[in-house]
């Protein structure tokens, strides 16, 4: 019993002077690893071979990895003291890993200007593949790889060149803009019960229209007279027009496509049951339906003229159109106030027409 009293007595002497060169943060960290490490036995108690999960390996690492190899060499542990340096270097490297990791995997993305600029180029230009608008960038000196060309038509559901290699007839109609006209005729009914068939044309550039007259017999003669007085005014004006766009309807005879014929305007006729080929002319009609006619009791042709020319009046000097950036036919857009006093003290005055059917609304004088 004295025997094995002294004995303790001597090994806890030593560990007593073992531990006197540690500072206070080491023994804490050292009593923290041990602690931890006897929660891992517990916790794996009965089973053979003792296993530190990730977390454990963490924190081990995290705690111990400060002190001094020879320090390290003296706390009891389960594994070698360059086990822990080891999961400290494993650790170091997974977090630097995770911060040099990118935010979006693959590729850097595109810039956005050069995506529009793409996109642009294969609007206005439908007929070029990627490589050619590829070659295109580079002249401008935006270098960019071919592959980034085809992957943004790809993405922004852009057909292949040779599927887009045909002129549509949208494209048709914006291509020859100036130089494009359209024409129709409508019919309204007036008091009386007689129909009257009206004659319209429009510039598909200015949106601007020109009612050629109203009657209830179209005759060939009458057609073909609204004809040349519709040649006689755009020469007035001096308007080079190329193309009429007219529908298949029976009231136009042949003479109507010679006497435009004479004048080098070519009429493209539309497509059977197809409105939306001479859509700006039916777009007018109906407005004129909407704002004028079903607004209005039409006593006589007489009438009807009167109504028509006031609302031809006001519709190229005065209405805005979406199509020109809300302009007028006849004027552009006037320059914006800026003053704050004159917005401040803005004096507004409205005209009517037709008995109160049209209102303009003008600065006053």
Request: aromatic share 6%; charged share 25%; hydrophobic share 40%.
């Given at each position: ?222 057609v073909t007279q609204a004809a040349k007085n519709l040649v006689m005014d755009l020469e007035d004006v001096d308007f080079r027009a190329r193309f009429m766009i007219r529908d298949r309807d029976g009231k136009f005879p042949a003479l109507f496509d010679g006497v435009l014929a004479d004048a080098g305007i070519t009429v493209v ?77 803005l004096d507004i005055r409205r005209h009517d027409h037709l008995g109160g059917i049209l209102h303009e609304y003008q600065h006053a004088a």
């Open positions: 019993m004295l025997l094995r009293l002294a004995y303790l007595g001597v090994t806890n002497a030593f560990a007593v002077l073992r531990l006197l060169p540690m500072s206070d943060q080491d023994k804490d960290a050292g009593i923290l690893a041990l602690r931890h490490q006897i929660a891992v036995l517990e916790r794996q108690l009965g089973k053979g071979k003792v296993r530190f999960s990730t977390s454990d390996r963490a924190f081990l690492a995290a705690l111990l990895h400060r002190l001094p190899l020879p320090t390290l060499r003296r706390v009891r542990l389960l594994v070698r003291p360059d086990t822990v340096l080891r999961w400290h270097r494993d650790l170091v490297t997974r977090h630097h890993a995770a911060l040099s990791r990118p935010k979006r995997p693959g590729r850097p993305r595109t810039v956005r200007s050069i995506r529009i600029l793409v996109l642009r180029l294969a609007r206005e230009n439908p007929q070029w593949g990627y490589r050619r608008r590829h070659g295109e960038l580079l002249v401008l000196g935006v270098k960019v790889a071919a592959s980034t060309v085809w992957k943004i038509l790809k993405d922004a559901g852009i057909d292949p060149a040779p599927d887009r290699s045909s002129s549509t007839w949208a494209d048709f109609l914006r291509s020859h803009a100036d130089a494009l006209l359209a024409c129709d005729f409508f019919e309204t009914v007036t008091l009386s019960g007689a129909r009257m068939y009206i004659l319209v044309v429009i510039e598909h550039s200015s949106r601007r229209i020109r009612i050629l007259g109203a009657t209830a017999h179209p005759t060939t003669s009458w006729l539309s497509g059977i049951q197809m409105p939306r080929m001479n859509s700006l002319i039916e777009r007018w009609v109906q407005t004129c339906r909407r704002e004028l006619l079903d607004r209005t009791l039409i006593w006589n042709q007489r009438h009807l003229l009167h109504a028509l020319h006031k609302y031809g009046q006001f519709y190229n000097a005065h209405r805005p159109h979406q199509g020109i950036a809300n302009a007028r036919p006849l004027h552009p857009l006037p320059t914006p106030i800026n003053d704050p006093d004159k917005l401040s003290r």
